[in-house]
């Protein structure tokens, strides 16, 4: 149920920001479930991976070259799902990701609040 919730939350907040932001297009919510998806396999798969590899550089810039990661997982997704979901650069991704990890927290802090109120 968990993961469902995350997969939710996720195409919201892709589905959300897309409509909202120039350089990021999204065909459907159906293509932003898929989108979510996508970067959530990318992330439990290849995100290690390269944080791994990039560790050195991670830690001098204290963290910030995550932010490449995540950007770089996004034009990853849109150039797999190449139909549907198309981000039109390096910097449009950087900033749809960090628009994505924020809305994303604000929803995943309201569905936890919901779980705790259920479980009253």
């Known amino acids: ?6 997969v939710m939350s996720l195409a919201l907040a892709i589905f959300f920001i897309a409509t909202l932001m120039p350089g990021v297009s999204v065909e459907s ?12 396999l990318l ?17 001098v810039s204290f963290g910030l070259f995550l932010l490449v990661i995540n950007a770089a997982i996004i034009l990853i997704a849109s150039n797999i799902l190449h139909a549907g979901f198309k981000v039109d650069g ?15 927290s604000f929803l995943e802090r309201i569905s936890k609040r919901l779980e705790e109120k259920e479980n009253q």
């Open 1 to 6: 149920m968990k993961f469902l919730v995350k």
């Open 29 to 40: 919510m159906g293509y932003a479930i898929l989108v979510s998806l996508v970067i959530i």
């Open 43 to 59: 992330n439990i798969y290849l995100k290690p991976v390269l944080v791994f590899l990039t560790l050195p550089i991670t830690v």
């Open 90 to 104: 390096f910097g449009v991704a950087i900033l749809f990701s960090i628009l994505i990890s924020i809305t994303n």
